[in-house]
């Protein structure tokens, strides 16, 4: 056939005006399966006047019309589907390399020409802004992939249920998956931000000095002042925005949360220079930027996780699984990248308000205190919990543990640790050495050290411990054991209880470095997969407190795990 192509094309070069010769070329190149070419053939010979009819049959001019129709009709596909792979390479790859090269550009040394009285550069300011051109960019990006991701999915379950159904195999089941997966996508978009308060409200009227202290120090800042405060038992002090409608941006209102380990590591000049560094995200819209942050990745955990429930193993060769998970790699690398420059930001608001000495100590004893609160609390409570025993006031028994003569050894490795932390690429926060070196070069300020312990601030702080006890407790529990009945046992004195390191779980068949960060995200990331759930959110938790750099990743991953056990439930495999 080939050869008789090469010949009828041959002859055709050299009699190009021949209708008969046009009509054998369109033959050959039909036998050949070059449909589309074989029609143009058909074309060309009409318009030399040649009449088809006399050289074929009614039934092959229909014959050779449809099939390159249908052809067409494929190259059209074909040629789409190499564009939207192409485009999504490309697009991919530019998040990956903007993402390395701003996450370069960001300062971290100090820089002479930022003074209190200029508190960004010009080059910050316009690093600020092309990262929020990238990353709105991005999230436009995202939410147009979410119709062609939806409607790509559909097409494959049609195109699968299709071929099963030529075999004769009626396979109902690969609909359900396909329409449960396709219609995942599109609601992941419309999921709402989710908080998990695990805390006491703080208000005027039971903590009047703690909210004086607030409203003082967003005075100081030139801000406007929290509308809500929790209490928590974890060693962090955060701020975000709660509000309704799309991205929370109707009825916006400024929460805190302060772990209340900060009380009694802290001083009160301490306390209120680590307050205005998040008083300085609320000054530079860091929340309002986190809405569409958390969104974006939100929906892509989600939609992730019901394409897994959906498809099972067969998640490993499904393109639109792989493509969300690169989309999220590149999302998170840029957000990590711009969090990290608002750090720096947050950190100067701070050391302008209250003094580069106080910062430092404050950031001292949350970086190491903190820290090691994190890496034993919940583990002693787990330990506690297996052997049907509870703690009074974990943190009572905590800070006996820290006070220990030996531990001041083992504080001041965990200082040394804490200032030889290398950065990496995916941390939210810069390294304590970072930070410290970031604000190096500011003057003291005048302010007068406040010495006070940060506790003498709330009304009755061992009360709100054996509270926030409970509460931790309760937590734990419904982690480790998700299936138990809500906890009923017997009660341990703070006083008295362990305060051994904190262990990641042991798992069967499944060895882990517990000092690794790598190596302890693997482990939690292999369980993920396994369908092991509750185990690979102890070990989120885990890295999650043990490396601060992680947290926002780990937390990350357990929502993902905790909207995937709710598919799960919804998924056909579970009716």
């Known amino acids: 056939r080939r050869l008789l192509v090469e010949e009828c094309e041959r002859l055709c070069g050299q009699f190009p005006d021949d209708a008969g010769l046009q009509f054998f070329r369109a033959g050959a190149l039909h036998l050949a399966g070059r449909n589309i070419e074989a029609e143009q053939a058909m074309y060309r010979a009409k318009e030399l006047g040649g009449n088809p009819k006399e050289y074929f049959t009614t039934g092959a001019i229909a014959e050779i019309q449809e099939t390159a129709s249908a052809d067409r009709a494929k190259r059209v596909v074909w040629t789409g589907l190499i564009a939207i792979v192409g485009v999504a390479g490309g697009w991919l790859a530019v998040m ?21 009285a200029a508190l960004r550069s010009s080059r910050e300011v316009w690093l600020e802004r092309l990262y929020l051109v990238v990353l709105s960019v991005s999230l436009i990006v995202f939410y147009l992939t979410v119709p062609i991701v939806s409607l790509g999915l559909l097409t494959v379950t049609v195109g699968l249920f299709t071929a099963l159904f030529f075999l004769r195999i009626l396979h109902l089941g690969i609909l359900q998956r396909g329409f449960y997966a396709s219609w995942g996508v599109i609601r992941g978009v419309f999921l709402g931000r989710l908080r998990n308060d695990q805390g006491i409200a703080a208000d005027e009227k039971s903590h009047p000095a703690l909210i004086a202290v607030l409203r003082e120090v967003a005075g100081k800042l030139e801000t406007t002042p929290v509308d809500a405060v929790h209490l928590t038992p974890s060693a962090q002090i955060c701020v975000y925005e709660m509000g309704s409608g799309p991205f929370g941006l109707f009825r916006r209102r400024r929460v805190m949360e302060i ?18 560094h998040e008083y300085g995200h609320f000054t530079h819209r860091d929340p309002f930027y986190t809405q569409f942050i958390s969104q974006v990745s939100g929906s892509l955990m989600y939609s992730m996780a019901v394409m897994n429930a959906a498809a099972g193993v067969l998640t490993h060769v499904n393109p639109f699984y792989w493509f969300y998970w ?29 003094g580069k000495e106080a910062f430092v100590s404050g950031l001292t004893k949350m970086s190491v205190d903190g820290g090691l609160f994190a890496n034993t609390a919940v583990g002693n409570i787990r330990h506690e ?20 003569p030996e531990m001041a050894e083992t504080r001041q490795k965990l200082l040394e640790e804490t200032r030889t932390t290398k950065p990496r690429w995916f941390d939210t926060h810069p390294t304590y050495s970072e930070r410290i070196a970031a604000v190096s070069l500011f003057p003291e300020a005048t302010v007068s050290l406040d ?3 940060a506790a003498d601030l709330l009304s009755d702080l061992p009360r709100i411990e054996v509270q926030l006890t409970e509460i931790l407790t309760g937590y734990v529990h419904r982690q480790c054991y998700p299936k138990a009945a809500p906890l009923a046992i017997g009660r341990k004195d703070g006083t008295e209880g362990k305060a051994d390191a904190c262990d990641p779980p042991a798992i069967a068949n499944l060895s882990v470095d517990r000092e690794n960060a ?7 990331s292999t369980l993920d997969q396994r369908g ?15 490396w601060k750099e992680h947290a926002a990743y780990a937390e990350n991953c357990i929502r993902a795990i905790e909207q995937k056990r709710a598919a799960a439930e919804l998924s056909p495999a579970s009716k």
Not at 533 to 542: G, M, P, Q, T
Request: proline fraction near 4%; hydrophobic fraction near 50%; aromatic fraction near 14%.
């Open 96 to 116: 990956f390399a903007l993402a390395v090269l701003l996450a370069i550009c960001i300062p971290r040394t100090p820089d002479p020409s930022v003074t209190a």
């Open 259 to 276: 772990g209340v380990p900060a009380f009694s590591q802290l001083t009160q000049s301490e306390f209120k220079s680590i307050l205005a």
């Open 326 to 354: 690169l989309y999220l790699r590149a999302y998170t690398l840029l957000a990590a990248g711009f969090s990290r420059s608002r750090e720096f930001l947050a950190d100067r608001r701070a050391v302008v308000a209250f």
């Open 385 to 404: 919990l297996s052997q049907g025993r509870a703690f009074v006031n974990v943190f009572e028994a905590f800070r006996n543990f820290r006070d220990r």
């Open 451 to 453: 010495d006070r312990p």
């Open 518 to 524: 790598d190596d302890v995200l693997a482990a939690a």
């Open 532 to 546: 092991e759930w509750a185990d690979a959110i102890a070990l989120y938790k885990y890295a999650s407190q043990k």
